[in-house]
Each structure stands twice: as structure tokens, then as C-alpha cells.
């Protein structure tokens, strides 16, 4: 997905890491990361992940507000939306959010568009100035700092979750758990195997560690995706699959 | 056509429908269209065949008047989605025109396309205007001697408004008039003779407004054209000029808010008029021009009959563009009366919005005494049929900031109903004694085209969803129908193939007045709408969106 | 000038292996079943041509490793028993490889050209 639409996460990651304060937790994955913060669906295949909210680095901030309704005005956001009722675009301060209410979500849409209308503002207004027109957006709509999210797992339930909650679940079968795709080979008893890759690399966590992470470059032609986890996410994963004897 | 003739009269002379015996009119048959958003449309006839252009996504749909309107085909353009983002006032279509075996009608996306009135196929698409400018289309064209006159919409995001003819046959364009700018550009030469001498200059199209804000400077052409085979003249009105806030172009900004007679040949213009110079409240001059031959002081005149957004009902001399008359059909205080004199409204200066300051009380309110709905002629009782607006407004002028593909438009505006409190009227106008003969008041504004019949019944719809028979002459309520959804559209009168005389109108609410329906919008935000929804926040009480063809008979 | 400088290479990569003390050829062996070409180019070794990782060539050359510390045996060692103790945020796994093979991983890694 984030190659589809890299220079939006390229830039939207990059303004993350760059705009956050210490005081407010943000999700913020080096560019190229699966990116997990915004859906615009509550429906996901595969089993349902808490979903790790992007925050607005400026959300609820006084003088982010007075600016961001300064440049809903200047920048013709009233023109469509009118004072939040709305006209031409749909009303901002009722509880009907077609793409979504997270910060995220009002970030992607103005950055984005969307097909009914919505005019894309990407590359034509910087994220700090999107973030404090998100940052209105949301006061006038009454919307308080999203929940925190729900306190990763610890231990082999850590890396279990990564399998579940991420591509892993796409292809593989571990019985069990929810996993039960048969694209790719059945990793239930993967602990036991001499072997991954289709017999070609010894099953060891440096050789696991690389083919999860880049296998065409140790299979040309595998149908296993790149699959770039942040490192505790590997770390947990290969703890995790350690323990499928 | 939409407008049933060039005069514009939308008169049937059908009787066979009646002021005795409408009592007893039924529902024939009914076609939902699939579609929801605001129906405007006038259903066109054609043989035995009804044609219909939904709004967004503007289907053409053919229905068989020999089979209860079973559909023959349908016509899905390929169109912009986005363009939904730059429409200011709900996604509507006005109708289409029948020419040689052929449909024709504009896309929201600003194309114009002919489908095969017999088949269904595509015969040709021309792109007329670019939704990154803010252009749309909304109007129904017509044709005249093989060419099919259009405008855009775009006043609320600074377009160029501009009157193109279309080949009707291979569909690339003709000639193009833009309403600002230059006179090579707005095709004013030799022949161009406007009747009062503050219109009569070179490029007064550039001069009158601020450096190149001409080339932002609105003017569109959505509204209705007239044309006079006779006399060889079309007759389009201009939109308002933009932005809304006057204080951001200084000038008569010609030649918005104004009326056009020109040649349909070459679209050169031969007389110009502008109800609105200078236009402060949004009052777009492209209201039907009713094509009538008058007695006025002892002659026989050739006119037209204009009701107006600025609260007159204006009468011209249609060769020469001079007024022989105009009188308020509404409580207006932005002016306080006409100067027949010197042919212009006399502004009520105290009244003026702009920059930083709010005005209050603004009678009639942006959408005017009356809006782009339609008003229908009778020869046989004399009068012009209005329905109208009874609204009132308080303005206020805001930095506008030209962005293109965003609207333009420095204001923030609350509607609220006028004298009375009701806020819509029907009202029957004679335009020789100047004055109402009778009027009927409306709970919300009149949104809906009327047709007068020489059954001397006048019909129209109401957004609360009632289809009226009202009697043309005492204005006495004979017949009505409770629809599933508010009307907004244009009723027509048909002979079907049975012989028997058939009333359609569509429902669907929606339009400017109805998007706090159409569009789902807060009644909190009493700007919303370019605060139209300050005044109809009780409209969703009344009706949801909806959109249906309804066809009328007696049994 | 030049040969001087090459000298010194050279007697750098031998006194870096020798102080790591172990044997480069078992290391070899063990770099191969631990899976370092996986991720790591490494030259000579069968099948190491990983790209997630930087290239192994030359180690001995470089004054400093994993980004963050002196190019020493010890780091070396240390480094590749327990990656995150030397860099919290590394993507390098721990393989729990003893003292004895991460000595001899070292000593096989210092003598690549």
C-alpha cells in the first residue's frame, strides 16, 4: 500500500517524526513501513488489530486552532463547508464522517481528496498547516484526543500478535489461531523444520530473519512479499515462531 | 425543449384538463429515477417517448408513453465525479432539447452530449469547460438553426461566464461569447447598440472592473435563453459577478448580473443591460425572459417579460433593450424604487455590504424575489404565472481568495423568511397593469417550475411535497397530490399516444433551497449553504431526499 | 606511500584477527549455518548476498561498526551475541551464538577482503 502512495507516507511519516512533541506518543515507523494508522474501513481481512492511531501532533492546542480556523478561511474550506454545516461539502460538525474522524483520517482526506469532490490540497498546503486545520476541524466537531491505544502484548503473545496483525496471516497457516491461509506453506510445527525456503536455507534466525525481510533477494521469484517490520516487531516474531515446535 | 418554445411562455394549449374537471386528475404511472439529489429537470416528449436528465450522474433515461413509461433505454455518461466538489448549489440538471433525432444536453462536468434519441447511443461528447476552473453545467440548452446554445455555472468560484453554440450535428463549437473582458471577446462590435449610454464605451468589459479581475470575474450562463426567429435574437441573462464581496472589485463589472440580446449566427451582441451593476447581494441576472407582444401605453410593444432577483418584474422593449417598466413583486429594501429615467434600481446605499462589517436586513436575500424557477405565461387570462421567495438576509463581507477549483466568494450570509414569515409565494403578476392579480403564500420558497394550460389551470409543485392545480384565474386550489419527496421541478403538459392530455413532474428535493435535504447539512451552522439553511432548517421535517417521475391523467 | 599504507592494512586485518584469537575457517563454516548471508553480503561465502544489511567486505578497515562503536574484537564479539544490547533499535536478531562461535565468526569476519 505504501508504495502506492509513498509520497504521501513518505512525507506524512516524515512530518510526523519531525512534528511531534515529547509530551504526545505518536506512531512513527521509518518511512517504508507498513503503514497502520489510518483505515477507512473497520473491516480488515484476517483478524481484527487495534488499530495503532496517528495522532495530530497539535491536537487540542489553543493557538493551533485559531490558526487552523484562520486557514479554513483562507483557503476556502468555507467556501465548501461553510462555518461546519456544510454546502457544497458535507457538515463538519455533525457525527457523520464519511472517511473517518481520527486525526489521521481528517489529515488523509485533505491531503488525499476524495472522489465525490473533496479537492486534493497535497503539495499545495504544508502537514503543519493541515494539522491545525485538522486540529479545527475536530474542535468544532467536538472531538477529543483519540483513545490511547491498547498496551502491545508482551512476550511470544507479542510476536503472535505481529503474525496475526500484519501480512503474515495473509498467506500462512498456524493451527490454533486464526491463521488459516493456504497461499504459502503451513508454519505449525515451523520450529521443527531443518529447512525454509523451499529447502534452501537452513532454518535458523539469521536465514529467517532475512528471508522474512527481503526473500527475493535470496529467491528470485518467490512469490513471499518484503515484509519490513520495525525491529521489535522481528524480534518478537522470531521469538514467536521459535516456539511452533 | 425545457422551456416547451423559444418565447419561453412554458404555455400548453391543451384543454382537455380543466378548471371543472381537474378535480378528478389521477396518477397514471410513476418512474424512480435511481437517483437522489435535486430534481430540476423538465421531462421532455418527444413522439411517443419520454426523456428525462437525472442530476448527478445525469442519466437519460427513455420512457414509452405507450407502455406506462416502461424504460427503452438508458444513457449513463462517463463523467468527472469530482465535479460534485464544484457545484455550487446541488448537483441538478435543468432538462434536455430534441433536434433532429437527436438529445442533447450538458454534463455537470461541463460537456455537452447528443445521444440518438431512438437507440440510446452516443453520437457525440464535446468538453466545453474544466471542473479545475470551477466550471460546471446545470442549464438546459436549446437549439437554434442547428446550433445548440449553452453557459457554464461557476459564479461562486470565479469562472468566466461565457455563451457557446454547439454544431448540433458533429458537435464542435461554433462561435463562444465570454460575458467579461474585452469586447472581441464578449463579440461586442458594429452592430452593438445597448440602449443606455453607461453602456455604450470600448472594452467596458475590462474597464469596469479592478486590473484582469474580469478574467475571474463570473458572468456564467446557467440560466434560461429566449430567441426570437423573427427578430433574430437570443436572449441570455449573465450570473452574478464574483466574489460575492463588492468591495473586492470596484466598478460597474460589466457584464455580469445583466441580459444579452445577440445574434444566434455569430453571437455577436447587438444590445446589452445590466439589472445589477455593480452587484452587491448575489443577484444573477439569468432568469427566464418571457418573449411577449404587449399593449403598453395605447401600442403594441415587442417585449419580455423578466422577473428578477433584485424584486422586480421588469418589462423591455426586446429590440432595444430600453425598460418600459419595472415594479417590486416582493418587500425589497436594497433599493427603494426604479428610475424609469435612466433605467436603473435605485440602491439603497446605507444597505451595501463589505469588508469587516455585517448588513442586515437585505430584502429579497441572495436567491431574489425569484431564482432560476420558472415562470409561466396564459394568453387567455393575461398574467405570468411566478413562483418565487419571500426571503430576507444578513451579509457579512470576508477576505475572498481566488484559488481555482474553490469557491470565491467573501461572504457569509443567514437567510431568514421575509414579511409574513412564510417564505415562498405563487403569485400571478400582470405585467401591463403591473401588478398581482392574485397570490398564494407557501410555507417554503416556490422552488418549482409553473405551467399555465388553456384549461385555465396553472400547475406547480411545492418542497413539502404537494403538486398543485390552482385555478388561473382566482388562483382558487382545484386539485393536489402528496408526492413521496419535495418538488423542484418543471411540470409539463403532454398528448399522450392514446389521444389524452398527461401532466409529468418530477420530485426530489434538493437545489439551492433544498440542500439541507439534498446534501445532509448541520442546521446548527446557520451559514451553511451560503446560508440558505438558516432559513429552511424545518425542510427535513418534511421530506428526505427522493426522485421520481410522476405522469398525471384524467381516468 | 602507498605500499606503506597497504602494509599497514594488512597487518591491521592480522593483528585484528589474531587478537579476536579465534579460527576463521570454523567461523566461516558458522556464519554460513547461522544465516549472516542472509542478510549481509559477504565475500566468499556460498550464498551470502543479502541486501537488508550493510556488505561485510573489509570489516577490518573501518574504525567503527553497527554504526555506533569503536571497530575492536570485543565490540565485534559483543555485537554479534546481543545486537540490542549494543543498539536497542538494530533489526540484526539475536541468534544466541555462544562466546566460542561468535569468536570464531569474528576471526573469519576480520579476514574478508
Redo the contacts between chains.
Keep these: 500500500m505504501c508504495s502506492r502512495f509513498h509520497n504521501v507516507c513518505g512525507l506524512f511519516w516524515t512530518l510526523i517524526v519531525c512534528g511531534c512533541s515529547p509530551a504526545v506518543p505518536v506512531a512513527v515507523p521509518p518511512p517504508g513501513h507498513l503503514v497502520q494508522g489510518i483505515r477507512q474501513s473497520t473491516l480488515q481481512p484476517g483478524p481484527p488489530s487495534p488499530v495503532r492511531l496517528v495522532r495530530n501532533p497539535v491536537e487540542g492546542d489553543a493557538e493551533a486552532i485559531e490558526t487552523g480556523k484562520r486557514l479554513f478561511?483562507?483557503?476556502?474550506c468555507?467556501?465548501?463547508h461553510?462555518?461546519?454545516?456544510?454546502?457544497?461539502?458535507?457538515?463538519l460538525?455533525?457525527d457523520?464522517w464519511i472517511y473517518g474522524s481520527g486525526a489521521g483520517n481528517i489529515f488523509s482526506t485533505i491531503i488525499e481528496?476524495r472522489?465525490?469532490?473533496?479537492?486534493a490540497f497535497g503539495g499545495r498546503i504544508s502537514e503543519d498547516q493541515t494539522w491545525r486545520i485538522v486540529a479545527f476541524v475536530r474542535s468544532i466537531a467536538n472531538l477529543t484526543e483519540d483513545p490511547a491505544p491498547s498496551p502491545p502484548a508482551s512476550g511470544t503473545e507479542k510476536g503472535k500478535a505481529v503474525f496475526l496483525h500484519g501480512p503474515c496471516v495473509m498467506c500462512h497457516t498456524i493451527r490454533g489461531t486464526p491463521a488459516g491461509s493456504r497461499v504459502g506453506p503451513d508454519l505449525t510445527h515451523f520450529a521443527s523444520r531443518k529447512t525454509i525456503a523451499a529447502g534452501t536455507?537452513?532454518n535458523?534466525?539469521?536465514?529467517?530473519?532475512?528471508?522474512i525481510?527481503?526473500p527475493q533477494?535470496?529467491k528470485p521469484g518467490t512469490q513471499m512479499p518484503a515484509t519490513l517490520?520495525e525491529?521489535q516487531d522481528?524480534?518478537a516474531l522470531?521469538d514467536y515462531l521459535e516456539t511452533l515446535k | 425543449m425545457a422551456s416547451k418554445d423559444y418565447a419561453n411562455n412554458r404555455f400548453s394549449g391543451m384543454d382537455q384538463i380543466n378548471a371543472g374537471n381537474v378535480r378528478n386528475l389521477k396518477l397514471a404511472w410513476s418512474f424512480t429515477t435511481g437517483v437522489l439529489r435535486g430534481h430540476e429537470g423538465a421531462p421532455l416528449v418527444v413522439g411517443d417517448t419520454m426523456y428525462f436528465v437525472t442530476p448527478y450522474p445525469n442519466i437519460l433515461y427513455a420512457l414509452d408513453l405507450k407502455n406506462q413509461g416502461a424504460k427503452k433505454w438508458e444513457y449513463k455518461p462517463k463523467l468527472q465525479s469530482a465535479a460534485q466538489g464544484v457545484a455550487c448549489c446541488d448537483v441538478v440538471n435543468r432538462g434536455a432539447v430534441y433536434w433532429e433525432g437527436k438529445i442533447i444536453y450538458n454534463t455537470l462536468d461541463a460537456q455537452m452530449v447528443a445521444v440518438d434519441a431512438a437507440s440510446g447511443k452516443e453520437l457525440w461528447k464535446t468538453k466545453l469547460g474544466d471542473i479545475n476552473q470551477g466550471e460546471t453545467m446545470t442549464m438546459a440548452p436549446i437549439v437554434v438553426k442547428g446550433k445548440v446554445l449553452a453557459g457554464n455555472s461557476g459564479g461562486e468560484f470565479g469562472v468566466r461566464g461565457w455563451i457557446t453554440a454547439v454544431d448540433a450535428a458533429k458537435g464542435n463549437i461554433a462561435w463562444r461569447a465570454y460575458n467579461t473582458g474585452p469586447d472581441a471577446d464578449v463579440l461586442i462590435g458594429p452592430r452593438f447598440k445597448p440602449f443606455y449610454a453607461r453602456d455604450r464605451g470600448k472594452d467596458l468589459g475590462v474597464s469596469t472592473w479592478p486590473a484582469d479581475h474580469w478574467k475571474i470575474g463570473g458572468g456564467s450562463v446557467w440560466g434560461w435563453i429566449s430567441y426570437d426567429p423573427e427578430l433574430n435574437l437570443i436572449y441570455h441573462g449573465t450570473g452574478n459577478p464574483g466574489p460575492w464581496n463588492p468591495d473586492l472589485r470596484p466598478g460597474d463589472n460589466k457584464w455580469t448580473a445583466g441580459i444579452f440580446a445577440r445574434d444566434p449566427d455569430n453571437g455577436e451582441a447587438i444590445w446589452a443591460y445590466q439589472w445589477s451593476p455593480h452587484d452587491l447581494y448575489d443577484y444573477d441576472g439569468i432568469n427566464e425572459n418571457v418573449l411577449l407582444d404587449l399593449p403598453i401605453k395605447g401600442q403594441t410593444r415587442k417585449v419580455l417579460v423578466r422577473p428578477e432577483r433584485n424584486g422586480y418584474v421588469y418589462v423591455l422593449d426586446r429590440q432595444t433593450g430600453e425598460v418600459l417598466s419595472a415594479d417590486k413583486y416582493v418587500h425589497v429594501t436594497t433599493s427603494t424604487g426604479f428610475d424609469l429615467k435612466n433605467g436603473l434600481v435605485l440602491e439603497d446605499k446605507s444597505k451595501t455590504p463589505g469588508l469587516g462589517r455585517t448588513s442586515r436586513n437585505l430584502c429579497p436575500s441572495a436567491p431574489g424575489g425569484k431564482d432560476w424557477q420558472p415562470s409561466s405565461w396564459s394568453p387567455r387570462t393575461r398574467l405570468l404565472y411566478i413562483p418565487h421567495n419571500n426571503l430576507c438576509m444578513d451579509m457579512e463581507g470576508l477576505e475572498a481568495n481566488y484559488i481555482a477549483g474553490t469557491p470565491y466568494v467573501g461572504a457569509s450570509v443567514k437567510m431568514y423568511p421575509g414579511p409574513g414569515g412564510h417564505r415562498g409565494e405563487f403569485s400571478a403578476w400582470d405585467p401591463v397593469r403591473q401588478q398581482k392579480a392574485w397570490s398564494i403564500k407557501e410555507k417554503f420558497p416556490a422552488w418549482s417550475g409553473a405551467l399555465a394550460t388553456a384549461g385555465d389551470v396553472v400547475f406547480y409543485g411545492t418542497m413539502d411535497r404537494n403538486f398543485k392545480a390552482v385555478d388561473a384565474r382566482s388562483g382558487e386550489l382545484l386539485w393536489q397530490f402528496r408526492t413521496g419527496s419535495g418538488i423542484i421541478g418543471q411540470p409539463i403538459s403532454f398528448r399522450g399516444p392514446d389521444g389524452k392530455q398527461y401532466i409529468a413532474i418530477a420530485d426530489g428535493v434538493g437545489g439551492w433551497a433544498g440542500a439541507i435535504v439534498a446534501g445532509g447539512l448541520d442546521p446548527r451552522d446557520e451559514t451553511s449553504a451560503l446560508g440558505f439553511v438558516g432559513a429552511m432548517k424545518d425542510l427535513p421535517a418534511h421530506t428526505n431526499q427522493g426522485g421520481a417521475l410522476y405522469v398525471f391523467a384524467l381516468p | 606511500m602507498r605500499t606503506i599504507l597497504l602494509l599497514t592494512l594488512a597487518s591491521l586485518s592480522l593483528v585484528l584477527a589474531s587478537g579476536a584469537g579465534g579460527q576463521a575457517e570454523r567461523g566461516k563454516q558458522l556464519a554460513g549455518w547461522y544465516g549472516c548471508g542472509s542478510c549481509h553480503e559477504i565475500p566468499g561465502l556460498r550464498g551470502a548476498t543479502g541486501q537488508v544489511a550493510p556488505p561485510l567486505r573489509r570489516i577490518a578497515r573501518r574504525a567503527y561498526i553497527t554504526g555506533s562503536v569503536p571497530n575492536t574484537p570485543t565490540n565485534l564479539i559483543r555485537w554479534i551475541r546481543a545486537p540490542r544490547t549494543v543498539d536497542a533499535r538494530t533489526i540484526m536478531p539475536d541468534m544466541k551464538i555462544s562466546e566460542r562461535d561468535a569468536t570464531d565468526i569474528a576471526a573469519f569476519l576480520y579476514k574478508l577482503d
Excluded: E, K, V
Aim: aromatic residues 4%; proline residues 9%; glycine residues 24%.
Design positions: 478561511g483562507q483557503f476556502n468555507a467556501g465548501c461553510a462555518g461546519g454545516g456544510g454546502a457544497i461539502g458535507p457538515a460538525i455533525d457523520q481528496g472522489p465525490q469532490g473533496m479537492p536455507l537452513p535458523t534466525r539469521g536465514h529467517l530473519a532475512g528471508w525481510l527481503n533477494n535470496l517490520l525491529s522481528l524480534h522470531l
